[in-house]
């Protein structure tokens, strides 16, 4: 029987990691986030339930994002993620052992303000069968300092577990960006997320070097929920 994975589609999907260069108000000049980190994931196979493998997944991501003074962004991202089978309830388990991998590159164009802002653009979303095109973006609303919510579609680090849009909430100031966001349940027997974490340095126009850390976890209805704490670690 063959398993079906998120990473086999038109798409891949997406664990979001909104530290410098993610949904939200962008400051004036340059941004630049790197990023890595992993996590384990549950894939069901065809409509039994009880019959799974177990995943572990490492995966890097690379984004770049600059606002002109007038308000006008350009950002540019791409991110590669493998995983690899590592247990399963059943025998004979064909894909056992087996290591896959996803990625994705994407361009968008915007426009960002005091109190509203979007980004939208074209991706490439590939795995071991190919690539497709797809879309990438974000809009947010409210004030940065205060809070602010937002919406992304397949932006930032690809993931085998999560789907690609994240709601939330975010603070952004000059030394501390928050931000809470949830994912909708993937497609059935797809995948479920098991605890993750994933680490980024980036850098700001006022040459401030950042340090984020994002954990996500998985509840029993399958909702993906990301928190992400970014601080200034040297001036």
């Known amino acids: 029987m063959r398993i079906t994975t998120v990473a086999r589609g038109a798409i891949g999907t997406l664990c979001f990691l909104p530290l410098v260069c993610g949904a939200g108000p962008a400051a004036i000049g340059t941004e630049v986030t790197g990023g890595f980190g992993g996590g384990q994931h549950r894939q069901t ?127 952004s100031s000059e030394r501390l960006r928050v931000t809470l966001g949830v994912s909708p349940p993937a497609p059935q027997n797809e995948a479920a997320s098991n605890p993750g974490v994933r680490l980024a340095l980036g850098t700001t126009p006022t040459e401030n070097l950042w340090l984020g850390v994002n954990v996500s976890a998985t509840d029993e209805h399958d909702w993906n929920a990301m928190g992400t704490v970014a601080f200034v670690i040297a001036p």
């Open 45 to 171: 196979i065809g409509c039994a339930t009880t019959s799974y493998y177990d995943s572990a997944e490492v995966g890097a991501h690379l984004g770049v994002r600059h606002r002109l003074e007038g308000g006008l962004v350009a950002a540019a991202e791409a991110s590669a993620t493998a995983s690899r089978t590592r247990s399963a309830n059943f025998s004979p388990a064909p894909e056992l052992g087996r290591t896959s991998w996803i990625g994705d590159v994407a361009a968008r164009a915007g426009y960002h303000s005091q109190y509203v802002g979007f980004e939208l653009g074209p991706a490439l979303a590939f795995d071991e069968s190919g690539a497709s095109p797809f879309a990438s973006g974000q809009v947010y609303l409210g004030k940065a300092e205060v809070l602010f919510g937002y919406a992304s579609l397949l932006e930032g680090p690809l993931s085998h577990a999560v789907t690609p849009l994240e709601l939330g909430l975010g603070h």
